[in-house]
């Protein structure tokens, strides 16, 4: 299935008794197949922005499309099962084992059982789980680490045109971390869906970006590809978030990543 | 302990009809507490008034509630039967509400991210985690409705309560030890059975 395309048209969310809009007029647009990293601290509004694309947070002004239909013209429930969706708390379902809990959107469209089998093996062995030691497990026999596979599986059960990812690896410990991280830039060029995925870990940011976002306080900051935002960033606000941290090391990492790029 | 030896079959008799109203009841107690516990689960604001009314019936003393339904629908089967559920409302609707509420809120929020609709997110995800807090209401029910259903036997000439209200009439005192025995061994194996399928089900 073709990747869809998402655009943000002069997006505005306030939620009700808050001082300020929580995503003020952002405009962005996302080509199919492209991994955009929305990055800022925590009440930049990156979340908010990710959950108005699976309509979970309603629009105050503006539009959000995907491939090229209005979202709130869409069945929320319908669109939804078109679009994965990975939660930094993973949000297992405690009352199904693995394969129960990756075949949920398979078996919400009414695939065929003996098709959802083939998928959720499929799947598991994608995201690095043996399949006979994993389907039949209970969700609280698994490591923080596991756990996020199966959500990562789970999400992209049924071939969403676009993935939404939450701080996915927030909640694992940093050596898990770089091997999800890694995963997933696997995964996500294997399936090239449309990926929108929200941090705060600028490292995580430059590792896995084809564009980042920056936000701050609901407004978009500077969209560029890492190393031009490493390089050049455009405000003190951007060059303080890129520049805090590990500077050498970022700088040497997305040096050698532009020379892999490079044709 | 003599007329438990001496009857044992009519002893059975009315155990199987002390049973036969509680287990009733209690399916009709079920059947109305399971979408009252689901509201006051959605109605965070609502739900202590409801579940407040529910306890306050729960604290009527039984035989005075007897009495007003004996004034409605007569003596026999009903007005026990009437009462057990009434009864039962407050400890089953209260643990269903425990039992949703007690699904975390990821798991609510990648149900409806993965696209399932409410009544969905209730069926498969909300209802069959609050199982086990249910069946637990379940047994603390079933016990209370074994005991209170002794009253059949004053009101509708049912279950075991025949064996105590006769034994009081007639000055018949193992008549009484044999009604009040058999009735402690009903709730003792509702208590066990449903301990175990607490346990299986969590």
Redesign the interface.
């Known amino acids: 299935m073709n990747p869809a395309p998402i655009s943000f048209e002069h997006v505005t969310v306030r939620y009700p008794g808050a001082p300020r809009n929580a995503i003020d007029d952002v405009s962005l647009h996302l080509s199919g197949g492209e991994l955009v990293v929305l990055l800022g601290p925590s009440g930049c509004g990156k979340s908010t922005l990710l959950r108005t694309v699976?309509r979970?947070v309603a629009l105050d002004a503006g539009r959000v499309v995907v491939d090229g239909t209005d979202v709130a013209q869409l069945d929320p429930?319908?669109?939804?099962?078109?679009i994965g969706?990975v939660?930094q708390?993973?949000?297992?379902?405690?009352?199904m084992n693995v394969a129960q809990n990756v075949a949920?959107?398979p078996s919400?469209l009414g695939w065929s059982n003996s098709a959802i089998g083939e998928r959720v093996d499929e799947l598991l062995r994608l995201v690095g789980l043996d399949p006979a030691a994993y389907r039949s497990r209970r969700t609280n026999q698994l490591s923080g680490g596991e756990a996020q596979r199966v959500?990562v599986a789970?999400a992209i059960a049924a071939r969403p045109r676009a993935l939404?990812m939450d701080e996915p690896f927030g909640a694992v410990d940093v050596v898990v971390r770089t091997a999800l991280q890694r995963e997933l830039i696997r995964i996500v060029s294997e399936l090239r869906t449309t990926t929108l995925f929200v941090t705060h870990d600028v490292d995580e940011a430059f590792r896995l970006a084809d564009r980042i976002v920056v936000l701050r306080d609901g407004r978009i900051e500077q969209v560029d590809v890492p190393f031009e935002l490493f390089e050049r960033p455009g405000t003190p606000y951007v060059r303080e978030l890129v520049h805090s941290g590990d500077e050498i090391y970022r700088r040497y990492y997305l040096r050698a990543r532009e020379l892999l790029r490079s044709p | 302990m003599n007329y438990l030896i001496a009857h044992p079959l009519r002893v059975a008799a009315l155990a199987l009809g002390h049973l036969e109203l509680v287990v009733t009841a209690l399916l009709a107690a079920l059947v109305i507490a399971i979408p009252l516990g689901v509201i006051a689960a959605r109605r965070p604001r609502a739900a202590p008034w409801l579940l407040g009314t529910l306890g306050a019936i729960y604290t009527i003393p039984s035989l005075a509630l007897l009495a007003v339904l004996v004034q409605t629908f007569g003596l026999g089967f009903t007005p026990v039967f009437v009462a057990l559920v009434v009864y039962a409302q407050f400890m089953l609707a209260r643990n269903v509400a425990a039992g949703i509420n007690g699904?975390?809120?990821?798991?609510?929020?990648?149900?409806?991210?993965?696209?399932?609709?409410p009544a969905?997110i209730l069926a498969?995800?909300e209802l069959?985690?609050a199982l086990p807090v249910l069946i637990g209401g379940v047994r603390i029910a079933a016990i209370a409705m074994i005991s209170i259903a002794t009253l059949g036997g004053y009101v509708g000439g049912v279950g075991l309560g025949v064996l105590i209200f006769n034994g009081l009439t007639l000055h018949h005192p193992s008549m009484i030890v044999a009604g009040s025995i058999a009735t402690c061994g009903l709730a003792l194996g509702a208590d066990a059975l449903l301990r175990l399928a607490e346990k299986v089900s969590s």
């Open positions: 699976n979970l429930v319908e669109l939804r099962r078109g969706y939660i708390a993973v949000g297992l379902f405690a009352n949920v959107v919400l959500g789970r939404l | 699904v975390d809120g990821a798991q609510l929020d990648a149900a409806r991210g993965a696209g399932m609709s969905q498969r995800v069959p985690q």
